[in-house]
């Protein structure tokens, strides 16, 4: 068996890791790993960069054409949330039921915040800068260990609100949609059994880490906390109520529309949502015009990153040597469901994009797994939980993003970052795929 074209893609895969952990863009590093992958596999190389089929190109605006109008709207309602003050809004309510006299509570407060923020439709970026500086003074005041900040809130942006409760608007949950003619509220009791199982295991090990810390005598000073962001907090904001409309009417439009099957339900939630913000927080932004273009350009490098990653991966799967590769995820013993977990879980660890990962996995292997006869709802909710699994990586653009507005390292917080969202999310795609199975 000739192995050069298996050999190039691990290659290509290893490039695009190493280089994005140097901190180069994928943007121009995905092309480049998608040309080792060509030579290496004797592949025609202008076809399979440009051509108008199975191509680096295709992929990439493949991804673009399906998937942009729900990033543009996204992105537009996220700088909405974020210019008017109402996600900051939303987050003082929180800490005022709470309470911030005693740490866990800080911390529940934290996860309960960013819960509601991804859940509502917030960009999970938006919904760091809103909490850093909402948790910095607590955490000093308290004298809390600064590195725990990032346990709380990968808890609510990177587990249940991301890729498990039913209807959902996280990209993860759209994109196996039309690939699998499934809803945004597809399998909600896999749904909802992965999430108490990834919130309990969050929750447990948000206050045994806590708790070892006060233990270890470990304080907010001791790990350089210098502020490196420059978000400021707004003096005036819409009130509690006000800020939570376009919330309640996204979450109202996505999951009546889901139950009814009515065809792009996220589309519509989305906008209407935008209306909403348009008219209920028009005293709180200065400038229309200039949210609306923020949110427009906010939305190209994001649809631009994961659609690069996709791009690459159509190559990758495009290749002669993948056949080996797909041989080995297709031959997994025991039920479908488990090849597609490890196809989903190892491509978002390779790409850095949980979404990037589960394009690829749908693009490829949907139709295959169709065909045996496994179950769409099953595979729509088990696909986005899998490709979340080890999507934190040193160079994911979420991880970056975090360490550089709170000024933490990897050092002293990754650590905390890949046990609280990977172990989470494996232990819900577990309970899932057992469920899955039985009810299947």
């Not at 890791?17 to 080792?36: D, E, R, T, V």
Request: aromatic share 10%; net charge neutral.
């Amino acid at each position: 068996m000739d192995m050069i074209g298996p050999l190039g893609i691990v290659v290509a895969i290893i490039f695009i890791i190493l280089m994005a952990m140097k901190g180069y863009n994928i943007i121009y590093i995905a092309p480049l790993a998608s040309i080792i992958v060509i030579l290496t596999n004797q592949m025609d190389f202008f076809s399979s960069l440009i051509g108008k089929e199975n191509s680096y190109m295709t992929g990439l605006t493949g991804f673009v054409v399906n998937f942009f109008a729900v990033f543009l709207l996204g992105s537009i309602l996220a700088k909405y949330m974020e210019q008017s003050g109402a996600a900051q809004s939303i987050a003082q309510k929180v800490l005022s039921i709470t309470g911030t006299e005693k740490p866990f509570s800080v911390l529940v407060a934290i996860f309960l915040i960013s819960s509601i923020l991804t859940f509502g439709g917030i960009s999970l970026f938006v919904v760091l800068f809103v909490i850093i500086p909402l948790a910095r003074p607590l955490f000093k005041q308290l004298n809390i260990a600064w590195n725990l900040i990032v346990i709380p809130v990968y808890i609510g942006i990177g587990t249940f609100t991301m890729t498990m409760l039913p209807g959902t608007p996280s990209i993860q949950n759209v994109v196996p949609i039309p690939y699998l003619g499934t809803t945004l509220t597809a399998a909600p009791l896999l749904g909802i059994i992965g999430s108490v199982v990834a919130v309990t295991f969050g929750l447990w090990y948000m206050n045994y880490t806590l708790n070892k810390s006060l233990a270890n005598g470990e304080t907010y000073a001791q790990f350089n906390a210098d502020d490196q962001s420059k978000h400021e907090l707004k003096e005036k904001t819409p009130s509690f109520v006000l800020s939570i409309i376009p919330i309640l009417l996204l979450m109202v439009v996505n999951l009546t529309g889901s139950a009814l099957e009515i065809p792009n339900t996220i589309l519509i939630g989305l906008g209407v949502a935008v209306i909403s913000c348009v008219i209920c927080y028009h005293k709180y932004i200065p400038s229309q015009k200039a949210v609306l273009n923020a949110g427009g350009q906010s939305s190209i490098n994001p649809i631009f990153l994961t659609s690069s990653a996709v791009a690459f991966g159509i190559v990758v799967t495009t290749a002669p040597g993948f056949k080996f590769i797909s041989d080995l995820i297709l031959g997994i013993p025991g039920d479908p469901l488990v090849s597609l977990s490890v196809a989903a879980g190892a491509l978002s660890g390779i790409t850095g994009s949980s979404s990037g990962a589960l394009g690829i996995v749908m693009e490829v292997f949907a139709e295959t797994y169709l065909a045996m006869g496994v179950s769409p709802e099953a595979m729509h909710r088990v696909g986005a939980i899998a490709s979340s699994a080890l999507t934190i990586m040193p160079h994911t653009g979420v991880v970056l993003s975090l360490l550089a507005l709170t000024g933490l390292t990897h050092k002293n917080s990754f650590k905390y970052q890949f046990i609280t969202m990977t172990f989470a999310n494996i232990f819900a795609l577990i309970a899932v795929i057992v469920a899955a199975i039985i009810i299947y």
